[in-house]
Every structure is written in structure tokens, then in C-alpha cells.
């Protein structure tokens, strides 16, 4: 069973999880190829962190950055497009 929530609300919930560290699982279309793609992921991962900085503000283009668990590598999340989060076990599906 999934609750509906908007794609704002979405948004509020992956910065929440990521702000505490939770897993979590997105599932959207990337920006860059419209592929549909399902990540595991979570925030606040200092593993493999270099110091350098990014030379673009994701918040500004609408990216919230994530540790990738399979990859094992930073991603970027599109909010534009999001379909779908699992937080703490509970499926939100994201209403246009």
C-alpha cells in the first residue's frame, strides 16, 4: 500500500531522510538521458570525499546529491522528475 504526496513533499521527505542518515529508495527519470532509474541511497556519507566543490548549485537546477549504495559513488536526484520514494518502509507515490 502507497500514500500519494506531492512532488514538494517529496522533495521534504528525501532531505529529511538524507539530513538523518536514513536509507531510502527514489525512483525518477534522469535528467540527462530520460532513462527511469531506481536508487537506493542515503545522505551525510563522508567516505571517498576529496575537499573539492562543486561548480554549480544542484539546489539551483533542481538536483539534491546522494550516496548511491549500489554504485557506491555520489548521484544526483532530479526533483523534476520524481516518481516514487520509500522511506522507513512506507512508499510515497508523487502526483503531477
Do not use: H
Amino acid at each position: 500500500m502507497s500514500d500519494t504526496i506531492t512532488r514538494q513533499e517529496a522533495v521534504c521527505k528525501i532531505r529529511a531522510a538524507k539530513g538523518s542518515g536514513k536509507i531510502f529508495t527514489v525512483r525518477f527519470y534522469k535528467r540527462t538521458t530520460g532513462e527511469f532509474r531506481v536508487m537506493n541511497c542515503r545522505g551525510r556519507v563522508i567516505k571517498g570525499l576529496t575537499g573539492g566543490e562543486l561548480k554549480f548549485d544542484p539546489e539551483e537546477k533542481g538536483l539534491i546529491t546522494v550516496f548511491d549504495m549500489q554504485a557506491g559513488q555520489y548521484r544526483m536526484i532530479n526533483c523534476d522528475t520524481i516518481q516514487e520514494v520509500t522511506v522507513g518502509g512506507v512508499t510515497f507515490k508523487v502526483t503531477s
